[in-house]
Structure formats: structure tokens, C-alpha cells
């Protein structure tokens, strides 16, 4: 009787490891071609919409990471189904934890929404320059949780989309045109009009400066050592640094070939001696030689009054 019932349970615990073997083998094979799956259809969506026209660069990266946490969700609840879990089971338990995930990842998941916010009112794209709070670069990439830049220096910057949303947002990028303006200081002895005017047709003579808006020239400052000079033009936005930096070259170079002067700070100091000022420190010289003679005197008067007391007492006692 004992050995039937010993006999019994050990083929039952050894259907149960076999079933229970076949079943996590199963869910192993699931998962590991799951996530195989998941990257290639990430990975597909991104190349059929790399040369796609109608479909917008910024949403590319983002599609391509939603098909791939689809396909995930799908994966894991596949696991689960071979275990044998109900699936009404898998989407009670789904909402439940993601109630509590929701409820202590509040600011990842306010970087999806910022995310999102971005993606539909679209204030900066891919290949645009951005200022956003503290962070400034070239937009390389949006994704669910943060936005990707490259700074002018070749700096990587991956900033939360929640900060991103929540500051003022400068876009360089967006308008086709930009202002230029080109300052410069000259002497006060140099002629203002004629400054004024070589300036503005320097300004003009460049071709990436275009030619509505006219370019226009104004006296900005009237500077401690210097006249200060405003150039204004417009230019493509693409166009804005090289004509940026070529203009403010010529401004120095040519003005002073033109014959005018560009001063550096600087400051002219006059000491002015009144003679109230001069015979003041020869008065105050000759005062303190008058007060330890004063003092002295006040001291032998004291001590000829000690003297003459002290005489005196002894009479007094007689």
C-alpha cells in the first residue's frame, strides 16, 4: 500500500515537472521570438518610412517605438496564456498595475504627455535649432520620453520632454529669414553721416543680404570712448552666420581703409588742485608739532601743584 502510494506521487510530481518544463520551455521560446519580432517590426516601420513624403521626420522614430511596446504587450500576455492565466485574469491585473505605475511614475509619464504635445502643436521639428530653458541644440531626435540634441560643439543632450514643454521655446530654424545686425564703434572726431552711410552700402553689397527689408544703418549708443553703429539687414536663415561673420570682418577692415577710426576703451582722468586743497595738508602738518608742547606744559603745572602740596602738608602737621 505504501509503495503504491510513493510510486503514485512521484509520477505525479513527474508529469507535473514535465508539463510545467514544457510550459516554461514554451515561454522562453515565446519570448525570445517575441522580442525578435518587436525589433523587427520597429525596425521595418522606420525604414518603409524613412522615404516617406507625406508622413512628418519627427513621427518616424516615435511610430517605430510604438509598434515595438505593442508587440511586447502582446509577447508578455502570450507568457502569461501559456502558463495558463486567463486573459480576463492578464487585463484585470494589466489595469491594476498600471494604475499603481501610473500613480509612482507620475513625471515619466508627464514626459509622455509633453511628448505627445509636442508631436501635435510640432514647435520644434528634427534639424531645427532650439533653445528650450537651459538646453540649446540641433533637434536629432524625439522619443516617447526625451528629446535628443546636438549642440554647436558636437555636445549630445537628451532633456525630458516635460522640460522641454514647460519653458519658452525659441526656434532659430522656423522663419526663412532672420535679422543681421553688424555693430561697430567710431571716433567722436570721425564723421557720423559718412560712417553711417559707408556701412549701410557695405551691408548691401553682400548678396545673402536681401533686398526687402532695405538695409539701414543708426547711431545705437553714444559710447564712453566711442560712437557705437548699428548695420541691419536681413538674410535667409541659413545664410545668417556666414554673413554674420564676413560682415563683421569688412566692418573693421574696411572702415579703417575708408579712413575711420575704431577707438578701444578707454578713459582721460584730470586732477584739478585748488590752492585751498594745496595749503590744507601744510596746516594740518604744522598741528600736531603745537600738542605735545601743550601737553608738557599741562604736565609741569601738575606736578609743581603736587610739589608745592606736598610742602605744605608738613607745616600744617607742626
Known sequence: MLETDV???????????????????GAVLILIVGWWVA????????????????????????????VRYAVLVFVIIAVLSNFGVETTSIIAVLGAAGLAIGLALQGTLSNIAAGVMILIL?????????????????????????????TPDGVFI??????????????YSRN????????????????????????????????RVLKDPEPMSFVANLGESSVDLTARGWVATGDF?????????????????????????QRD?????????????KTAAK???????TRSRATAAKSTTKTTAAKKAPAAKS
Open 269 to 281: 582722468l584730470h586732477i584739478i588742485e585748488s590752492p585751498e586743497t594745496a595749503s590744507t595738508p
Open 176 to 207: 526663412p529669414t532672420r535679422r543681421l545686425d553688424i555693430k561697430v564703434g567710431i571716433a567722436y572726431d570721425d564723421d557720423v553721416d559718412a560712417a553711417l552711410e559707408f556701412l549701410t552700402k557695405l551691408v548691401a553689397s553682400d548678396e
Open 241 to 265: 552666420w556666414p554673413a554674420f561673420f564676413d560682415l563683421t570682418r569688412k566692418s573693421k577692415t574696411e572702415l579703417e581703409a575708408a579712413g575711420f577710426s575704431i577707438p578701444f576703451p
Open 122 to 150: 510640432r514647435p520644434l521639428k528634427i534639424d531645427e535649432f532650439v533653445e528650450a530653458g537651459s538646453v540649446s541644440g540641433t533637434v536629432v531626435e524625439i522619443t516617447l520620453f526625451t528629446t535628443l540634441l546636438k
Open 39 to 66: 525589433g523587427r517590426a520597429a525596425a521595418l516601420v522606420r525604414h518603409s518610412l524613412k522615404n516617406t513624403k507625406f508622413v512628418d521626420a519627427t513621427l518616424k522614430p516615435l511610430a517605430s517605438s510604438i
Open 7 to 25: 510510486s503514485t506521487i512521484t509520477e505525479m510530481l513527474k508529469g507535473f515537472a514535465l508539463g510545467f518544463g514544457l510550459d516554461l520551455l
Open 158 to 171: 537628451s532633456a525630458p520632454n516635460s522640460q522641454i514643454w514647460n519653458s519658452a521655446i525659441k526656434n
Open 287 to 293: 598741528a600736531p608739532a603745537k600738542k605735545p608742547a
